[in-house]
């Protein structure tokens, strides 16, 4: 902790949650809102990384929470201590994933596949709803809830079917919450990313499975980009809102994948 931050700037931030803070997306788009004055909730599994991202932040705005986001009473913990210390929270960066498993469709075990869904579309669900409770009850009411799709959420890789299948049905949470969060002044996104740099996705640059068979390297973006893109969507009024985006390397193989 240092005090760089004073009391008043504190008082007036904005206070946002990040899952899967604690690397790659997650850890980009943390920092970059703490960097735009927002008080963030680190959100992980483990908490050293985010102790780290908290640190390399510089501020004293950042507050670490150990969470399995597969869990209801981890997760109502998890929305109970951002109640506590900052008393509301206006965005929510739905990000926790896992990413596929890279087995042939017919091996793919029920436990590789239920391990996927509980992480990538249960923990999606149960922080958006943990987000929608409270920004239903504050006062100023309302936020808004923005969901890493994924390019996955388009069109698969191959080998993928757990992780495509989550993707694709975020984006019918997406537009559910949409739907629903209106009475409420609550706005829903979805950020959907194709190969940004990261520690997780660096094997990207080296070669991976192409829907013909081939191995082939993809160009890449830096992850910056992702998250100066959500910092944006957070950026504007709860009267407008980015409903879909798509971000990517201009060159990746995308359109035209199969």
Known sequence: MNSKDTSNDMANSKVALVTGAGTGIGRAVALALLREGYRVVLVGRRIEPLNAVAKESGTDRALPVAADVSQPDSVAALFAKTKEVFGRLDLLFNNAGVSGIGVNFEDIAFEQWQNIVDINLTGSFLCAQGAFKLMK?????????????????????????????????????????????????????????????????????????????EIA??????????????????????????????????????????
């Open 137 to 213: 009850e504050q006062l100023p009411q309302g936020g808004r809830i923005i969901n890493n799709g994924s390019i996955s959420a388009h069109a698969p890789r191959p080998n993928s079917a757990p992780y495509t299948s989550t993707k694709h049905a975020i984006t019918g949470l997406t537009k559910s919450i949409s739907l629903d969060g209106r009475k409420y002044n609550i706005a829903c996104g979805q950020i959907d990313v194709g190969n940004a740099l990261t520690e997780l996705s660096a094997r990207i640059a080296q070669g991976v499975p192409q829907a013909n068979g």
């Open 217 to 258: 390297v993809e160009p890449m973006m830096d992850v910056k980009e992702v998250a100066d893109a959500v910092v944006h969507m957070a950026a504007l009024p709860l009267s407008t809102n980015v409903q879909f985006m798509t971000i990517m390397a201009t060159k990746m193989p995308f359109v035209g994948r199969g």
